[in-house]
Nanobody
Framework: QLVESGGGLVQPGGSLRLSCAAS????????MNWYRQAPGKQRESVAT???????NYADSVKGRFTISRDNAKNTVYLQMNSLKPEDTAVYYC?????????WGQGTQVTVSS
């Protein structure tokens, strides 16, 4: 019900934009998140945006990543700039509605020269 796109291979210092679109059965998410999971590590929160537009970021991505949402399209974005090899991971979107939460299937981001 969440479809992600935009991952891929990029060189250090490059940029990528991830998108996550919700199906029509998911209405007005309260919170939208991006998480990531690197090999051998736990899944971690990267960025959060609320229905009012408030945002929060992990310290490791502050100043480099920007989360945004298009409520009309039920879509959340993650603009990633100045990418580093340590940003390599599978990125997952998550949307929270009353009494439920939905996860995307994940999209691979690889930062390597």
């Amino acid at each position: 019900q969440l479809v992600e796109s935009g991952g891929g291979l990029v060189q250090p210092g490059g940029s990528l934009r991830l998108s996550c679109a919700a199906s029509g059965s998911i209405f007005s998410p309260i919170v939208m998140n991006w998480y990531r999971q690197a090999p051998g590590k736990q899944r971690e929160s990267v960025a959060t945006i609320t229905s009012s537009g408030s945002t929060n970021y992990a310290d490791s991505v502050k100043g480099r990543f920007t989360i945004s949402r298009d409520n009309a399209k039920n879509t959340v974005y993650l603009q990633m700039n100045s990418l580093k090899p340590e940003d390599t991971a599978v990125y997952y979107c998550r949307m929270v509605v009353p009494a439920n939460a939905y996860w995307g299937q994940g999209t691979q981001v690889t930062v390597s020269s």
